[in-house]
């Protein structure tokens, strides 16, 4: 098993897949299964090095799921991909990832960075699995109520230091983990950006930095829009390459070909 820094090199793009009812307007379990496969062999196509498969949303206001539903809603989907296409399993519960690993998996992303289900760290510990972990201030129900810093890049730095601490103390080896600062976790639009604008502060704990910046909410509101709950693909662009220039590694994205164009033209310019 490599480093996740050879793994993933600079810039790698991760795929989003999410087989949640609340991402799929209609159809039933075979249409969203079908629909989910699909779009995660066309994602690898076009250039995308994993797949991030969730069965949980948590985009603000959002309702926890039961252990037996995300099952029901991701095993399918890992069943039909494991092997060739790689894949990631995003969620907080060590049952979920279990089962998830043993079906092909091997990245767990958890947006509570181990402070979610007890059983996870071990779960990754013994597995041998790459780990994201990311910041969140509160939960995603009530997370954008009120977002609180004093210093928005130094306490996002010093939690995921933290976090990653206890990630290493649980037997988890600190090249198989990289961080992610949670645009949209808890913060506002400014302190998105502030966040995004320090990012090296980030980059700075020594571990390779992912970003989801894709469609969130933040880039439709600095375009004007004080309602909106997602933003275009263009503006995820420009952050995407910001965040690169700032020193992230991987991109956690909706519009795969687009993305991989995007960074290979940053990553071409030399620094
Ligand atoms: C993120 C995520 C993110 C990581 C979501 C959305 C909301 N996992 N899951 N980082 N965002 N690691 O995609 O709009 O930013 S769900």
């Not at 995300?70 to 089962?99: C, H, M, N, Q």
């Not at 980030?202 to 571990?207: D, F, K, Q």
Request: aromatic share 4%.
């Amino acid at each position: 098993m490599s480093a996740i820094e050879e793994r993933f090199p600079r810039p790698s793009v991760m795929g989003v897949v999410n087989v949640t009812p609340d991402s799929f307007s209609d159809g039933g379990v075979n249409f969203r299964l079908g629909d989910a496969i699909v779009s995660a062999r066309r994602m690898v196509e076009e250039g995308a090095a994993i797949v991030d498969i969730g069965g949980e949303s948590t985009r603000p206001g959002a309702d926890a799921v039961s252990p037996d539903e995300e099952l029901r809603r991701v095993v399918p989907v890992l069943e039909e991909l494991g092997g060739p296409v790689p894949v990631s399993i995003d969620t907080a519960k060590a049952e979920v990832a279990r089962r998830a690993i043993e079906l092909g998996a091997e990245l767990v992303n958890d947006v509570t960075a181990l402070r979610g289900d007890p059983g996870l760290a071990e779960v990754v510990a013994s597995s041998g699995a790459y780990l994201c972990l990311m910041h969140m201030q509160g939960e995603p129900r009530t997370m954008q109520d009120s977002p609180t810093y004093e210093d928005v890049a130094a306490e996002v730095a010093s939690f995921l230091e933290q976090r990653l601490a206890f990630a290493v103390d649980a037997g988890i080896a600190e090249e198989r983990i990289c961080l992610d600062p949670g645009f949209g976790f808890g913060k506002t639009v400014e302190q998105n950006f502030e966040l995004l604008g320090r990012l090296g502060q980030i980059v700075a704990l020594g571990r390779p930095v992912l970003v989801g910046l894709s469609r969130k909410r933040s880039l439709g509101r600095i375009l004007g829009d004080p309602n909106a709950t997602t933003g275009p693909l263009s503006a995820s662009l420009a952050a995407a390459v910001e965040a690169y220039d700032r020193g992230a590694a991987i991109f956690r994205v909706h519009d795969v070909r687009e993305h991989v164009e995007a960074l290979t033209v940053a990553a071409a310019v030399p620094r």
